[in-house]
């Protein structure tokens, strides 16, 4: 594993107990020191299941095959101590609604304080100091008054800060974002990716954002991983995601993103329905919504290739199909 490399998931693979095929299947992806990577597909393509694998969060009777290694070291072989180090410390995940996170009748003071204590640190008086101290570093301001408050006092933006602060309190070296800006409105969510982006620059976070906006998975990721049914059928430079996409979902999916002052482009949505656990089959899991898809694509699984430009893409027909014709916007380009 190269020594910047800081998560390195491979050939993953997850069942639960009544599943007639696996949650994950095969995935394989890495996170550099200081990289974003984003991870982007339909809702129950297995994004969230990944990032709460890195933390060996599964559910009871869960089966999980593979290496998931942060820094070196496998999360599925770690002892109960060492599992609950690697959560308090060397990960930290956000998710999409920061109200979840927060007890409503508490003070926000209270809940990073809970996460201090987590690190070990048993100084009360240091910790409220460090507490204002992340508040200030999240960009919330008047940080001394903001400890005092409740949830129900602050926006959606400034809690999603909050909780930021917490996931930092034990300066972890991966953070996982899980829709961690979907539910704000777009000036808030612009402010917490570029709050993300400068913790990234000045800490060195590596950073898994999981997100179902390719637009924004474009402008913000260095590289990005496209999930269907369980497994990563796609993988680019995301600077290259809307002129070299190669996968058919993905292009599918390009082909159903709106864009800002595009609009004489007809959307196209993607036929039928993703897979449920329930879904069996034998060959390419998109074959049955795939508009180039033949007879053997329903029997023959695809693996993952290299493709012109870099990357990697998981389908049988890639020598017939061209990328997308889609150019990547100036916007797409000056947001990185």
Not at 51 to 57: E, I, S
Not at 82 to 87: A, I, K
Not at 132 to 159: C, F, K, N, T, Y
Not at 291 to 314: I, K, L, M, N, Y
Request: a neutral charge; one cysteine or more; aromatic letters at 4%.
């Amino acid at each position: 594993m190269p020594h910047d490399t800081l998560l390195d998931i491979e050939h993953l693979n997850l069942l639960l107990p009544g599943a007639a095929r696996p949650v994950l299947a095969d995935v394989s992806l890495r996170v550099a020191a200081g990289e974003v990577v984003g991870l982007v597909g339909e809702s129950g393509s297995g994004k969230s299941t990944t990032a709460k694998a890195v933390l060996n969060l599964f559910p009871d009777g869960a089966h999980a095959e593979g290496r998931v290694r942060v820094a070196g070291e496998d999360v599925l072989s770690m002892a109960a101590g060492r599992l609950r180090e690697h959560r308090a410390r060397t990960v930290a995940m956000v998710h999409q609604d920061p109200r979840s996170a927060l007890n409503p009748v508490r003070r926000i003071g209270d809940f990073l304080l809970e996460r201090l204590a987590r690190t070990g640190s048993a100084d009360r008086r240091a910790d409220r100091a460090r507490a204002v101290e992340l508040l200030d570093a999240v960009g919330l301001p008047d940080p001394e008054r903001r400890i005092r408050q409740r949830p129900h006092e602050l926006s959606g933006g400034m809690l999603q800060r909050v909780v930021i602060a917490g996931a930092l309190a034990a300066e972890p070296r991966l953070l996982l974002a899980d829709e961690a800006t979907s539910a704000l409105d777009v000036t808030t969510q612009a402010e917490i990716l570029a709050l993300l982006r400068n913790l990234r620059e000045q800490r060195g976070l590596g950073l898994l954002f999981i997100t179902h906006d390719l637009q924004l998975a474009a402008a913000y990721c260095d590289r990005v991983y496209v999930m269907y049914a369980g497994r990563v059928v796609e993988e680019q430079r995301a600077h290259r995601l809307f002129s070299g996409a190669r996968h058919p979902y993905t292009q599918g999916l390009l082909g159903c993103s709106p864009e800002l002052g595009e609009t004489s482009r007809p959307l196209r949505p993607i036929p039928g329905r993703p897979p449920s656990l329930a879904d069996v089959f034998t060959g390419c899991p998109f074959a049955a919504r795939c508009e180039h898809a033949d007879a053997a694509c329903e029997t023959w699984r695809p693996e993952p290739a290299a493709v012109e430009g870099g990357g990697t893409a998981a389908c049988r027909r890639l020598s017939d199909l061209s990328g997308p014709a889609r150019p990547a916007t100036e916007t797409t380009g000056s947001a990185r």
